[in-house]
Each structure stands twice: as structure tokens, then as C-alpha cells.
């Protein structure tokens, strides 16, 4: 990915936060078949690692050795920034269009997990944290389903675990401009509708 120190992310905190607000990762290895591409929610487990599952129809886990390397890419909100948001335009007229955005790539191993403890417990940290953002107390749970039909719904799928080895994060949000630029640019954001970009850029400037 094409870095440049100013839009190097290195804060954990901001890096944690993109990831818990993109979760559908895209997963991205190259193997005997050529590029393969999966999008798949994951969650960062405490120890660092990733965790999610995948269809057993799925050849990914298949094709994907354990040594493979593998990239992660979480890519958070992003925005079309036009000239007009910058006050200097009517100055000299020096700007054109750019995007902003934020995203984060994970480099890793991944290890495929075939057994039913491993795979009860990918699913029940995934819906467990995703119900209770989305439903509190009236969260899904696993054992609402029935049993017979949750066994025939494990068998279907194959837990894993994705082990980082390198993290690279941008945030790309108009660094580069002078400050009332930068601020411009947030107000214009926040006018066409990308009002948490909005926040984060005003939020890092003071």
C-alpha cells in the first residue's frame, strides 16, 4: 500500500476502531489457482489474532496452506472531497479532487479450524458481539435455534484463526492541507453526509 508519513495510522487505538467499524474483511491470498478474494466478517480476539469462519463449500480453506501469507484488508468510510470545500479555492484556485478515507491491512497466516469446539465458539463470539451492538437484551442467541438444526448449520462451516505479522494503517483525512482547508473539508464532509469522518478530522486537529 502507498504510504505516506503523513497518513500513516500507527495509533492501536485508531487502527482497533477501523477494524471494529469494518469488520467485512476482505481477504486476499495467492495460491496454486491464482488470486483469491473473500469477503468475511471476522473479530479481533484479545490476543490479537482474528477470528471468523467460512463456508465448508467454501475452497478457501482448501487452497490456503498454513504458511500462506494472506492480507486482510478493512476499509472503513470513505469520501469524495471536492475543491469547493477548500476556502483557499477562491484564493488561487490551486486544488482538485481527491478521496479520503481510512483503511487498515493486516498481513498474516491463517489455520483452519475443523473441529466443534472451535467452530461453536467462532460463531458464538461473532453473533454474540454483533447482537448485543445491534439488539442488547433481545440478542440472538445460539441456543434459540434448534438444536439438530445448529448441528446441521456447524457442519456446514470451518472455523479459523488469522495470526498477524505485519499491520499497515492509513487515514487519509486531508493531513496535507493547511488548517482551514482541512476544516473546510470536514464542514463539506459533514454536509454530504460522512458526518463520523467529519469528527475524526476535526477531532485529530485539536
Not at 492480507?71 to 477548500?86: E, K, M, N, W
Amino acid at each position: 500500500m502507498y504510504l505516506p508519513p503523513h497518513f500513516a495510522e500507527t495509533h492501536p487505538e485508531a487502527i482497533a476502531a477501523t477494524i471494529a467499524a469494518a469488520p467485512l474483511a476482505c481477504i486476499v491470498a495467492q495460491t496454486a489457482h491464482g488470486l483469491v478474494a473473500n469477503h468475511i466478517p471476522v473479530l479481533a480476539a484479545p490476543d490479537g489474532t482474528l477470528i471468523g469462519h467460512v463456508a465448508l463449500a467454501n475452497d478457501m480453506h482448501r487452497q490456503i496452506g498454513p504458511a500462506d501469507e494472506v492480507l486482510a484488508i478493512f476499509r472503513a468510510d470513505d469520501a469524495y472531497v471536492s475543491p469547493r470545500f477548500y476556502p483557499s479555492k477562491a484564493e488561487h484556485h490551486r486544488h482538485v479532487p481527491t478521496w479520503n478515507y481510512e483503511v487498515v491491512h493486516i498481513h498474516g497466516t491463517m489455520t483452519f479450524q475443523h473441529d466443534d469446539h472451535a467452530k461453536r465458539a467462532a460463531v458464538a463470539l461473532l453473533t454474540r458481539h454483533h447482537e448485543r451492538r445491534l439488539n442488547g437484551a433481545d440478542a440472538w442467541r445460539m441456543t434459540d435455534a434448534p438444536a439438530d438444526y445448529m448441528e446441521t448449520m456447524l457442519a456446514a462451516i470451518v472455523a479459523f484463526r488469522l495470526t498477524p505479522t505485519r499491520i499497515l494503517a492509513k487515514a487519509k483525512l486531508s493531513q496535507n492541507r493547511e488548517a482551514r482547508d482541512r476544516a473546510g473539508a470536514a464542514a463539506g464532509l459533514r454536509e454530504s453526509g460522512h458526518e463520523a469522518m467529519a469528527a475524526r478530522m476535526e477531532r485529530d486537529t485539536t
